[in-house]
C-alpha cells in the first residue's frame, strides 16, 4: 500500500507546467487556486492523489493540477473512479464533472457512486450552462434560459444537483461558489469525511451564463443572502438578524426576525450535520424566500463501498490457496491411461 | 459419429461410432440437469463428447407449452467428436410440447423414448396436437418406446412420503437411469452427486437415487423387445492425463484467472447481467482467492470504465458482454485505445442486432468488434473455436493486452459459452508467464539528479527538471505502465489527443499523423503464431476458412470430402485482428475460398479487404449452427462441375436446434 503519511507540499508543487485554457473570467481559475491552496492543509501527498474528470470546461482540471490525472470520457468519471478506488484504495481521489457531465449524460453515474459511498471528493462545477459547446442549456439552467438551443427560452425543469445527491443516498453534501474565501473549509470538510463527498459548487461562466449566481453570490449584501451552515450553531443570517425556525404545522423550514441577538427565542434551529431531514429541507430551500444554504448541509459517514469489497475478499480468501492447477482441475474429473481402456 | 459416412444409418442397434441423444422436456422438468449428468457419466465413461443446450429466452415458460420447451443435446463417441451432432438417434420426449418441437429432427429410424403420463388432453392441446401422436400412427417411422414415467417415477419413489408433485420432480433422474442403462453407464458418480447436491436433506437425495435406479432397472428388467437394446461406446483413444468438462463460460473464467496469474496482477472485473455472457461474471465471483474483484456495476458502460479504472490503478481490467452490451462499452473502448491501457473485454456474440435473440447464437458482432468505433481505433481481436479453447484465449488476450497496453477483444459465442465438451486439464507449469514490471522513476531513467530528457526543454520553469514521458515507446511500440502512487512519476492522460511521449494535450496536425500511426503500427505488430492449415494440404482446389464456433463442423465436412478425395484445406484463424502474417499467401495458394460463417459475409469481407481475393461467403443467421451435412454439400459445389453454384445463404433448418423460433 502506498504510503499515506501526511506530506509538506505548497500551492507551486500543486501546479503543473500546462497553460491553463480556460477562458479569462472564468470561475473555474478561482477554484483551481482553492483547491491548490486546500491540498497542502490537507498533508496530501501529489504521487496519491488522482483527480478524475469527466468532459466539460470543469473536465481540464486535472491537467492544471501536478498529481495523477484521468480525463475520462463524457459522464463517466465516476465509474473509472470507482475502478481505480477499488483497484488501490490508499489512493486519494477527487473528481471533478460539471452539470452537464454529472448530472445529464452522467447522471446514472453519479447515483450510483453516490448510493454505493466510494470513498472521493466530488466536486461538481454547476454553471448552469454548457460551456465547452458553446452555451447550449443544461439540466440546472433556470426555466426561460435563452440559449442556441433554447432560442425561445427553456421550459425543462431545473435538476437541484444538492437534492439529486441526497436522494442518491450521499452521506456528506455540501455547497460552495467558486469565489468564496470559504471554500477551502469546504474541501477540507468533504476531504475529512469517509465516503463520497459531494460538493456543489456554482461557477460561473463568464461568456455563458456570466454572473447568473450574482443573487446571492455577489459580494455586496451577501450576508443578507447567504446562509453558511455550522453544525452545532443556530441558522443565522442577515448579520444574525434572521435565521431559520422550523414551521411545524407545514413541516418546513421558515424565515424569522431574530431581535437583540435572541435567536432561541425566535425559534432558531440548531444545525446538525447529521440530520437528514434537515438537510432534505436545505436542499429543496428555494433560494429568494430564502436564502443561500451554503457550506456542510450534511455530513452522516457510514461504512464505504471499498472497505466491504476489500473485507468480503480477504473473508472469501481466509484459509485459501491460490492454487490455479487445483483450480483448473475442480469439479468432477478421470483419468485417461494410457490405453484410454479403462477410466477412472 | 452416426451421421458419418461410415456410420450405420438406420438407429442405434449396431455399434456407431457416435450416438446423438437429445433430451427435451419442458422449462421444469430439469432437462438441462439430466443432460448435465448424463454429460459426465458420458466424460467419466472415456467418450468424446460435445453438448448443445437450448433452453428458453422465458425463465418459468407457462408449463407445457411449446415456447417453454427445454432440451439438451449430446453427441458422443468411441472417436473425436466435434460438433454437437446434426440429427438426433435418440429423442427423449417428456411431454406433448417437447416431442411436437423437436420429432422433425429425429433421424429416420430413430428412437422416440416418451412419457404417456404426460400425454393427456390438456397438455396435447397445449401442444397444438389434435390426436395422441404415440397412438395415431404419425410416429411410425421411429422406433417408440412409450409407456407411463410419470406412475413409475411416482411408484419408486412412494416409500419417502413425497406427494405427487414432489414425487414427480424426480421424472428427470427415473429418465436418466433409463437411459444410463441403454448406455451402459455406471450410476454411483450420479448417486454421489445426488447426495452432494440434497446433502441437508437427504430424503430427497434418496427418493432420486431411488427414481434413478428405478429408471436403470427398468431397462434391465423389463422386456424391452424390437430394436432396444444396450449399447457399449467404447472409450476414445484420448491423450492420457487427467480430464473434466469444461463450458466455454468456465474455461473463459479459468484462462482469465490464469492469464492474470501469468502477468503477475490482480483482476478486476466488470460486468452488468447480459445473456449470454453473465455466467462468466458468476463464476468469477467465486474466485476472489486469486485475486480476483468482481463489480457489478450499474450499467454496461460504467462496468467497462470501473476496469479502465483498475487498470490504470494497476489491475488487469476486464469486462465481458453480448453484442448489445459491446455495443454501448464502445466509446470506452475508445478510451482504452487512445490511453493505451489494457484492457480484455470478453464478447459472447448472440443473434443481432438489438436484442435479437438472446439466448442464440450467432458471429454477427465481428465488425463492430474489428471496425466499429469513432475514429482509428485499432485493437487486437481474437476469436475462441470450442469451450475448451476459450482457455488459451482468454490467456492469449490478457497477453497481448498487457504487453502492447491496449484493450483486446475475445469473441466467443453463446454456443461456445453454454456447450459443454471434455477438457485434459493443463498443468499451469507449462505455461509461459509474461510478468508486467510497471514503470517507475528508474526504469524510466528518470531517478539521477539532475538529467535532462529531450522533451523537457519545452517545459516550464528549471530546464534541468526531466520530464515523465508516459507516451514514449519501447520496441514493441507499448508505452510504460505507470500506476499512480509512484513517487515521482505523476503525468495526466486521457481520451484527448496526447503529444508524443508527454502526453500533453497536442491536436497539432504532425501529432495526430504520428500517434494515429503509432497506435494503428503497434496492434499491426501485436506478435502472433503464423497460421497453420486445421486439416488438408496446402495449394488445393478450396480453402474453408473459419473462425469461432464453426470449427467442429467445418473440420468435419472438410475431414469427410478429403475421404471422398477432394483437395479442400480447413484453415482456421484465431487471430482476427491483426490477421495472422501469412494468411494472405496461404490463401492465394487455393484455387478458391470458401468462408461460412454465422452472419452474413463478415470475415469473408475482412479477408477480401486485406487480401483482395476472390473470398465467397457461405452464410448462416437462424441461430443455428451449422450442420457437417451442409458444409459438406457446400464443398461438394466446387467438385460437381457446376459453375457459379458455390457458397450462397444456408437455409434455416427446421429440423434442428435451436428450432422454438419458427413455432412463435
Given at each position: 500500500?502506498?504510503?499515506?503519511?501526511?506530506i509538506t507540499?505548497?500551492?507551486?508543487?500543486w501546479?503543473?507546467?500546462?497553460e491553463v485554457?480556460?477562458?479569462p473570467?472564468?470561475?473555474?481559475?478561482?477554484?483551481?487556486?482553492?483547491?491548490?491552496?486546500?491540498?497542502?492543509q490537507?498533508?496530501c501527498?501529489?504521487k496519491?492523489?488522482?483527480?478524475?474528470s469527466?468532459?466539460?470546461?470543469?473536465?481540464?482540471?486535472?491537467?492544471?493540477?501536478e498529481s495523477?490525472?484521468?480525463?475520462?470520457?463524457?459522464?463517466?468519471?465516476?465509474a473509472v473512479?470507482?475502478?481505480?478506488?477499488?483497484?488501490?484504495p490508499a489512493?486519494?481521489?477527487?473528481?471533478?464533472?460539471?452539470d452537464?457531465?454529472?448530472l445529464?449524460?452522467?447522471?446514472?453515474?453519479?447515483?450510483?457512486v453516490?448510493?454505493?459511498?466510494?470513498?472521493?471528493q466530488i466536486?461538481?462545477?454547476n454553471?448552469?450552462?454548457y460551456g465547452l459547446?458553446k452555451g447550449?442549456?443544461?439540466?440546472?439552467s433556470?426555466?426561460?434560459?435563452?440559449?442556441p438551443?433554447t432560442?425561445?427560452?427553456?421550459?425543462?425543469?431545473?435538476a437541484?444537483?444538492?437534492a439529486?445527491?441526497?436522494?442518491?443516498?450521499?452521506?456528506?453534501?455540501?455547497?460552495g461558489f467558486?469565489?468564496?474565501?470559504?471554500?477551502?473549509?469546504?474541501?477540507i470538510?468533504a476531504?475529512?469525511h469517509?465516503?463520497?463527498a459531494?460538493i456543489e459548487?456554482?461557477?460561473?461562466c463568464?461568456?455563458?451564463?456570466k454572473d447568473v449566481?450574482d443573487?446571492?453570490?455577489?459580494?455586496k449584501?451577501?450576508?443578507?443572502?447567504?446562509?453558511?451552515l455550522?453544525?452545532g450553531q443556530?441558522?443565522?443570517f442577515?448579520d444574525g438578524?434572521?435565521g431559520?425556525a422550523?414551521d411545524t404545522?407545514?413541516?418546513?423550514?421558515?424565515?424569522?426576525?431574530v431581535?437583540?441577538?435572541?435567536?432561541q427565542?425566535?425559534?432558531?434551529?440548531?444545525?446538525?450535520?447529521?440530520?437528514?431531514?434537515?438537510a432534505h429541507?436545505?436542499?429543496e430551500?428555494?433560494?429568494?424566500?430564502?436564502?443561500m444554504a451554503?457550506g456542510?448541509?450534511?455530513?452522516h459517514?457510514r461504512?464505504t463501498?471499498?472497505?466491504?469489497?476489500v473485507?468480503?475478499?480477504a473473508?472469501?480468501?481466509?484459509?485459501?490457496?491460490p492454487?490455479?492447477?487445483k483450480?483448473l482441475?475442480t469439479?468432477q474429473?478421470?483419468?485417461?491411461?494410457?490405453?484410454?481402456?479403462d477410466?477412472? | 459419429m452416426a451421421?458419418?459416412?461410415?456410420a450405420p444409418?438406420?438407429g442405434?442397434?449396431?455399434t456407431?461410432?457416435?450416438?446423438?441423444?437429445?433430451f427435451?422436456g419442458?422449462?421444469g422438468?430439469?432437462?438441462?440437469?439430466t443432460?448435465?449428468?448424463?454429460?459426465?457419466?458420458?466424460a467419466?465413461a472415456?467418450?468424446?463428447?460435445a453438448?448443445?443446450?437450448?433452453?428458453?429466452?422465458?425463465i418459468?415458460?407457462?408449463t407445457?407449452?411449446?415456447?417453454?420447451?427445454?432440451a439438451f443435446q449430446?453427441?458422443f463417441g468411441s472417436?473425436e467428436i466435434?460438433?454437437?451432432?446434426?440429427?438426433?438417434d435418440?429423442?427423449v420426449a417428456?411431454?406433448?410440447?417437447a416431442l411436437?418441437?423437436?420429432?422433425s429432427?429425429l433421424?429416420?429410424?430413430?428412437l422416440v423414448?416418451?412419457?404417456t403420463?404426460?400425454?393427456?388432453?390438456?397438455?396435447?392441446?397445449?401442444a397444438?396436437y389434435?390426436s395422441?401422436?404415440?397412438?395415431?400412427?404419425?410416429?411410425?417411422?421411429?422406433d417408440?418406446?412409450?409407456f407411463?414415467?410419470?406412475?413409475k417415477t411416482?411408484?419408486?419413489?412412494?416409500?419417502y412420503?413425497?406427494?405427487?408433485?414432489?414425487a414427480?420432480?424426480?421424472?428427470?433422474?427415473?429418465?436418466l437411469?433409463l437411459a444410463?442403462?441403454?448406455f451402459?453407464r455406471d450410476r454411483a458418480?450420479?448417486?454421489?452427486?445426488?447426495?452432494?447436491?440434497?446433502?441437508r436433506?437427504p430424503?430427497?437425495?434418496d427418493?432420486?437415487i431411488?427414481a434413478?435406479d428405478?429408471g436403470h432397472a427398468?431397462?434391465?428388467?423389463a422386456?424391452l423387445?424390437?430394436?432396444i437394446?444396450?449399447?457399449h461406446?467404447?472409450p476414445v483413444?484420448?491423450?492420457p492425463?487427467l480430464?473434466?468438462?469444461?463450458?466455454?463460460?468456465?474455461?473463459v473464467?479459468?484462462?482469465?484467472?490464469a492469464g492474470?496469474?501469468l502477468?503477475?496482477l490482480?483482476?478486476?472485473?466488470?460486468g452488468y447481467?447480459?445473456?449470454?455472457?453473465s455466467?462468466?461474471?458468476h463464476?468469477?465471483a467465486?474466485l476472489?482467492e486469486?485475486?480476483?474483484?468482481?463489480?457489478?456495476?450499474?450499467?454496461e458502460?460504467a462496468?467497462?470504465c470501473?476496469?479502465?479504472?483498475?487498470?490504470?490503478?494497476?489491475?488487469?481490467?476486464v469486462?465481458?458482454?453480448s453484442g448489445?452490451?459491446i455495443?454501448l462499452k464502445?466509446?470506452?473502448?475508445g478510451l482504452?485505445?487512445?490511453?493505451?491501457?489494457?484492457?480484455?473485454?470478453v464478447?459472447?456474440?448472440?443473434?443481432?442486432p438489438?436484442?435479437?435473440?438472446?439466448t442464440?447464437?450467432?458471429?454477427s458482432?465481428?465488425?463492430q468488434?474489428?471496425y466499429?468505433?469513432?475514429?482509428?481505433?485499432p485493437m487486437?481481436?481474437?476469436?475462441?473455436?470450442?469451450?475448451s479453447?476459450?482457455?488459451e484465449?482468454?490467456?492469449?488476450?490478457?497477453?497481448?493486452?498487457?504487453?502492447?497496453m491496449?484493450?483486446v477483444?475475445?469473441?466467443?459465442?453463446?454456443?461456445?459459452?453454454?456447450?459443454a465438451?471434455p477438457?485434459k486439464?493443463?498443468d499451469?507449469e507449462?505455461?509461459?508467464?509474461?510478468?508486467v514490471?510497471?514503470a517507475d522513476?528508474d526504469s524510466l531513467?528518470?531517478?539521477?539528479?539532475?538529467?535532462?530528457?529531450a522533451a523537457?526543454?519545452?517545459?516550464?520553469?528549471?530546464?534541468s527538471?526531466a520530464?515523465?514521458?508516459?507516451?514514449?515507446?519501447?520496441?514493441?511500440?507499448?508505452?510504460p505502465w505507470?500506476r499512480?502512487?509512484t513517487?515521482?512519476?505523476m503525468h495526466r492522460i486521457?481520451g484527448?489527443?496526447?503529444a508524443?511521449?508527454?502526453?500533453?494535450?497536442?491536436?497539432?496536425?504532425d501529432n495526430?499523423?504520428?500517434?494515429?500511426?503509432?497506435?494503428?503500427d503497434?496492434v499491426l505488430?501485436v506478435d502472433?503464431?503464423?497460421?497453420?492449415?486445421?486439416?488438408?494440404?496446402p495449394g488445393?482446389?478450396?480453402?474453408?476458412v473459419g473462425?469461432?464456433?464453426?470449427?467442429?463442423?467445418i473440420?468435419?465436412?472438410?475431414?469427410?470430402?478429403?475421404?471422398?478425395g477432394r483437395?479442400v484445406?480447413?484453415?482456421?484463424?484465431r487471430?482476427?485482428?491483426p490477421?495472422p502474417?501469412?494468411?494472405?499467401?496461404l490463401l492465394?495458394?487455393?484455387d478458391?475460398?470458401?468462408?461460412p460463417?454465422?452472419?452474413?459475409?463478415?470475415f469473408?469481407?475482412?479477408l477480401?479487404?486485406?487480401?483482395l481475393?476472390?473470398?465467397?461467403?457461405?452464410?448462416?443467421t437462424s441461430?443455428?449452427?451449422f450442420?457437417?451435412a451442409?458444409?459438406?454439400?457446400?464443398i461438394g459445389k466446387?467438385f460437381d462441375?457446376?459453375e457459379?453454384?458455390?457458397g450462397g445463404?444456408?437455409?434455416?433448418?427446421?429440423?434442428?436446434?435451436p428450432?422454438t423460433?419458427?413455432?412463435?
Open positions: 500500500m502506498n504510503d499515506m503519511t501526511p507540499t505548497t500551492l507551486k508543487d501546479e503543473t507546467d500546462q485554457r480556460w477562458c473570467g472564468c470561475g473555474d481559475y478561482a477554484i483551481l487556486k482553492a483547491v491548490q491552496r486546500t491540498l497542502p490537507l498533508g501527498d501529489p496519491n492523489t488522482v483527480f478524475v469527466g468532459i466539460g470546461c470543469s473536465s481540464r482540471f486535472p491537467y492544471y493540477i495523477y490525472g484521468f480525463h475520462t470520457i463524457h459522464g463517466r468519471a465516476p473512479a470507482t475502478g481505480i478506488k477499488l483497484a488501490n489512493l486519494d481521489i477527487w473528481l471533478v464533472t460539471g452537464g457531465d454529472g445529464s449524460i452522467g447522471g446514472n453515474h453519479m447515483m450510483h453516490l448510493r454505493r459511498n466510494v470513498n472521493m466536486m461538481l462545477f454553471n448552469e450552462i459547446t447550449q442549456a443544461s439540466p440546472t433556470r426555466e426561460g434560459t435563452r440559449s438551443s432560442p425561445l427560452g427553456s421550459y425543462d425543469h431545473p437541484k444537483p444538492a439529486f445527491a441526497l436522494g442518491s443516498g450521499a452521506r456528506f453534501v455540501a455547497r467558486d469565489v468564496s474565501k470559504k471554500l477551502p473549509e469546504v474541501l470538510a476531504h475529512a469517509n465516503g463520497a459531494f459548487i456554482f461557477q460561473n463568464i461568456v455563458y451564463n449566481f443573487d446571492f453570490a455577489a459580494p449584501g451577501a450576508e443578507d443572502r447567504q446562509l453558511w455550522e453544525d443556530p441558522m443565522l442577515a438578524t434572521k431559520l422550523l404545522v407545514n413541516l418546513a423550514l421558515t424565515v424569522v426576525d431581535v437583540d441577538g435572541d435567536w427565542a425566535a425559534g432558531v434551529v440548531v444545525h446538525d450535520v447529521r440530520n437528514r431531514s434537515l429541507m436545505l436542499v430551500m428555494p433560494f429568494g424566500p430564502f436564502p451554503l456542510v448541509l450534511y455530513d459517514p461504512p463501498f471499498e472497505d466491504a469489497v473485507a468480503e475478499r473473508q472469501a480468501s481466509e484459509g485459501k490457496q492454487d490455479l492447477a483450480l482441475a469439479g474429473t478421470w483419468t485417461v491411461d494410457g490405453t484410454a481402456a477410466p477412472v | 451421421t458419418a459416412a461410415t444409418q438406420d442405434i442397434s449396431d456407431p461410432e457416435a450416438v446423438v441423444v437429445r427435451a419442458d422449462s422438468d430439469g432437462m438441462q440437469l443432460g448435465g449428468q448424463f454429460t459426465l457419466s458420458t467419466l472415456g467418450n468424446d463428447l453438448t448443445f443446450p437450448d433452453f428458453p429466452a422465458e418459468r415458460a407457462p407445457g407449452t411449446l415456447f417453454g420447451v427445454s449430446i453427441n472417436r466435434n460438433t454437437a451432432g446434426d440429427a438426433p435418440v429423442l417428456m411431454n406433448p410440447a411436437k418441437v423437436n420429432i429432427a433421424k429416420p429410424g430413430g423414448i416418451a412419457d403420463g404426460a400425454f393427456t388432453k390438456r397438455n396435447l392441446d397445449k397444438h389434435d395422441n401422436p404415440l397412438e395415431d400412427g404419425s410416429l411410425a417411422k421411429f417408440l418406446l412409450a407411463d414415467i410419470s406412475e411416482i411408484e419408486a419413489v412412494k416409500p412420503g413425497l406427494g405427487n408433485k414432489d414427480l420432480r424426480s421424472k428427470n433422474m427415473w429418465t437411469g444410463l442403462w441403454l451402459d458418480p450420479i448417486h454421489e452427486w445426488l447426495k452432494q447436491k440434497f446433502r436433506n430424503d430427497i437425495a427418493a432420486n431411488a434413478l428405478a427398468y431397462g434391465e428388467t422386456e423387445s424390437g430394436p437394446k444396450q449399447l461406446m467404447p483413444l484420448s491423450e492425463g480430464y473434466r468438462t469444461v463450458t466455454g463460460a468456465e474455461a473464467s479459468l484462462g482469465l484467472v492474470a496469474q502477468a503477475k490482480p483482476m478486476f472485473f466488470g447481467p447480459i445473456t449470454p455472457a455466467a462468466i461474471l463464476h468469477l467465486r476472489k486469486f485475486g480476483v474483484t468482481t463489480f457489478q456495476a450499474e450499467d458502460i462496468a467497462i470501473a476496469a479502465i479504472g483498475a487498470s490504470y490503478a494497476g489491475s488487469l481490467g469486462t465481458s458482454s448489445p452490451g455495443a464502445t466509446e470506452a473502448m482504452a485505445i487512445m490511453t493505451e491501457l489494457p484492457l480484455v473485454i464478447n459472447s456474440q448472440r443473434g443481432g438489438s436484442t435479437g435473440l438472446p442464440k447464437t450467432e458471429q458482432d465481428l465488425y468488434a474489428v466499429g468505433r469513432n475514429g482509428d481505433a487486437p481481436v481474437i476469436a475462441a473455436r470450442s469451450p479453447d476459450s482457455f484465449c482468454a490467456i492469449e488476450a490478457c497477453r497481448i493486452a498487457v504487453q502492447y491496449t484493450p477483444m475475445l469473441l466467443t459465442d453463446g454456443y461456445i459459452a453454454n456447450a465438451e477438457w486439464v493443463p499451469p507449462t505455461f509461459a508467464p509474461f510478468p514490471s510497471f522513476a531513467g528518470l531517478a539521477g539528479e539532475g538529467e535532462v530528457d523537457g526543454a519545452g517545459s516550464k520553469g528549471d530546464a527538471q520530464v515523465v514521458q508516459p507516451y514514449a515507446r519501447d520496441e514493441k511500440g507499448a508505452r505507470i499512480p502512487g513517487p515521482g512519476l486521457g484527448i489527443e496526447k508524443q511521449g508527454t502526453g500533453h494535450i497536442d491536436y497539432s496536425p495526430h499523423q504520428a500517434m494515429t500511426d503509432a497506435r494503428r503497434k505488430g502472433r503464431p503464423d497460421q497453420e492449415i486445421a486439416l488438408g494440404e488445393g482446389t478450396l480453402a474453408v473462425w469461432g464456433s464453426t470449427y467442429g463442423p473440420l468435419q465436412a472438410v475431414r469427410r470430402s478429403i475421404a471422398k483437395k484445406a480447413h484453415i482456421h484463424v487471430h482476427i485482428w490477421l502474417a501469412n494468411l494472405g499467401e492465394r495458394g487455393f478458391h475460398v470458401l468462408v460463417e454465422m452472419n452474413t459475409g463478415q469473408k469481407t475482412v477480401r479487404d486485406q487480401y481475393i476472390d473470398a465467397r461467403p457461405l452464410t448462416k441461430g443455428q449452427p450442420q457437417i451442409e458444409l459438406e454439400a457446400a466446387y462441375g457446376i457459379g453454384n458455390e445463404e444456408v437455409p434455416a433448418n427446421d429440423q434442428q436446434l428450432n423460433g419458427i413455432l412463435a
